[in-house]
């Protein structure tokens, strides 16, 4: 009663527009927030998981909810894996007095008080919400039957992997907020769920013993106690997993592990080999990661030269590399040759292929993860081949070979967007390398950008980077994506205008991402829901 009463004041406290506020569809856990909160919860079980299906990706992202129906066989992993944790959390009587908090459970008092004590407060922890009456007498029944046909720690075992397997911690249930009598509005989302909503979006995980007490007092309505709890989130190292994963999928820096990329031909890098791609994307990773710990802005992971490197990524930049060959070390990238993400090799190898680069499809990669813009299907009759050499007209330049490729009539005109990024960045070749000739031929990345509001003459990656900080494409569509990924969902037609608020504070403040994610915890699409017939209902 006392939830249902602050909803209904709430709702007809609020005078927020409907449409201000998108639709709230029920959410499963991603494989990475499945993973991350057994970790959080668990932090002293080591457990090797069997692989789950893999999350279908939409626009980039592993979190959409319109790609999360349920398998058999995901159903079947999320067994074994609850099967796993509960084994392990309750290996000896020492693990298990570490689950439950009890002393003992010698004799019948004792084990009645300590199974009451372990459903209430670890069922906490895995729900994100203290446990309704009805929830609490299920899980006690069956503990204690449990522990008449077995023993007292093999049924905290059982009751464990049964939590572990409840949609209440695969899925992220919202209290529905349809009221009898309250006309259609808006509402602050519950204490306890906004928490889950905070925890689930800044560190990709449950929330912490901080966070779920403000729910308890019943905070977590406001603008101002939101923006509190966010602020110290980000400032834990838990929050770091989130810039890498987002900018993993965002510009989908991972494509450099697809099997196509285990090797690349001599001519390229006769080093290269299957175990080369994993030290790329982990470069990436720690630029990331300790980008935003110092500095935090979009600027800085477009043009900042910092680098962490191991022996095979020294190799591969051309710098001094560690004194011991698998030990990672900060340095400095040439001044002359690399400034922020899109100048690593992680993107540089994952837009190319074994033999070659491909100026379009760097181009095409670029306009759609930093612009936000869908490129033109080719014509169906399109050559997608790799140019090749003629060998009667004498060594030609990869840049050479593509104008001579995408020349004709049907293929200049959106070729022209793509060729005027991607030939900026031939210095670059299919492993990442910075090569300056090619064939004894000196590389051309003069080039043009058309049809952006940065149009204009460049010359190489660096210039093109630094370009992309003056672009309010480029911010506007890093707002969209951060929104995107915030909710699960894309924005709605009504949510437009919000994105163009987010862009203007995120320029004003310079880039800071800090700030860009404050703003979205805040809005109203973020921190409300729907009161209504239409309530919670999945578009």
């Known amino acids: 009663m006392k939830r249902l009463a602050w909803l209904l004041v709430a709702a007809v406290a609020c005078g927020d527009n409907i449409a201000a506020v998108g639709p709230a569809p029920l959410r499963r856990l991603s494989n990475l927030e499945y993973r991350y909160a057994l970790t959080d919860l668990f932090p002293t079980v080591a457990v090797e998981l069997p692989p789950l299906p893999a999350d279908t990706a939409v626009a980039g992202f592993e979190n959409e909810v319109q790609a ?54 670890v069922g906490a922890r895995l729900f994100r919400r203290p446990l309704t009456a009805e929830e609490e007498d299920r899980f006690l029944r069956k503990l204690t039957a449990w522990a008449m046909s077995v023993d007292f720690p093999g049924a905290v075992q059982l009751s464990l992997s049964a939590m572990l397997q409840s949609p209440q911690f695969l899925y992220r249930p919202e209290p529905p907020l349809v009221l009898d009598g309250t006309p259609s509005g808006t509402a602050p989302v519950e204490p306890y769920a906004m928490a889950s909503r905070l925890s689930f979006f800044l560190w990709e995980s449950v929330p912490d013993d901080e966070l779920l ?66 030290s790329v994307l982990q470069e990436s990773q720690l630029f990331v990661e300790h980008s935003f710990l ?37 340095t400095v990238l040439p001044a002359e040759q690399r400034a922020g993400l899109l100048t690593r090799a992680a993107f540089l190898a994952g837009t190319s292929h074994r033999g070659g680069t491909s100026p379009p499809v760097r181009g095409s990669a670029i306009l759609l993860r930093m612009m936000c813009r869908l490129p033109a299907p080719p014509p169906p009759d399109a ?16 840049r050479q070979l593509f104008e001579d490729r995408t020349s004709t009539p049907a293929c200049r005109e959106c070729h022209r967007a ?6 900026g960045f031939e210095n670059y070749n299919a492993a990442g390398r ?12 003069a080039s043009r950008l058309f049809g952006t509001d940065i149009d204009g ?40 205008s919000l994105i163009g608020d987010l862009t203007d504070q995120f320029m004003a403040s310079k880039g800071d991402i800090r700030q860009l994610l404050l703003a979205i915890v805040t809005s109203n699409t973020f921190r409300m829901r729907i009161v209504g017939s239409t309530a919670g209902v999945a578009p």
């Not at 992309?468 to 709605?492: I, K």
């Open 68 to 121: 999360q129906q349920p398998s058999d066989l995901r159903i079947a992993r999320v067994e074994a894996v609850a099967n796993l944790y509960a084994s392990a959390a309750t290996k000896d009587d020492a693990a298990v007095r570490l689950l439950t908090g009890c002393a003992s459970w010698a004799t019948p008092s004792e084990a009645a008080a300590c199974s009451a004590q372990f459903v209430r407060t």
């Open 434 to 445: 910075f090569v300056t000739q090619e064939h004894g031929l000196t590389i051309d990345v």
């Open 213 to 278: 007490a403000a729910a308890a007092r019943g905070e977590l309505q406001t603008v101002a106690s939101i923006r509190e709890q966010a602020t110290r989130m980000l400032a834990d190292p838990r929050a770091a997993r989130l810039i890498w994963d987002f900018h993993r999928q965002w510009l989908a820096l991972d494509r450099i592990l697809n099997d196509e990329h285990d090797y690349r031909t001599p001519a390229i890098d006769e080093a290269w080999t299957a175990d080369t791609k994993t």
């Open 418 to 423: 793509l060729n005027g990024i991607g030939f």
């Open 294 to 330: 110092r500095v935090g802005t979009l600027a800085d992971l477009l043009t900042s030269r910092s680098a962490w490197v191991n022996a095979e990524m020294a190799r591969i930049y051309g710098v001094p590399a560690p004194a011991t060959a698998d030990a990672w070390a900060e």
């Open 457 to 496: 003459a460049f010359a190489g990656g660096i210039e093109f980077s630094a370009a992309l900080q003056r672009s309010r494409e480029v911010y506007h569509c890093a707002s969209q994506q951060w929104l995107r990924y915030a909710l699960g969902r894309a924005a709605t037609d009504d949510e437009a």
């Open 383 to 398: 050559d997608l081949s790799m140019p090749v050499q003629d060998p009667r007209i004498g060594p030609q330049t990869n």
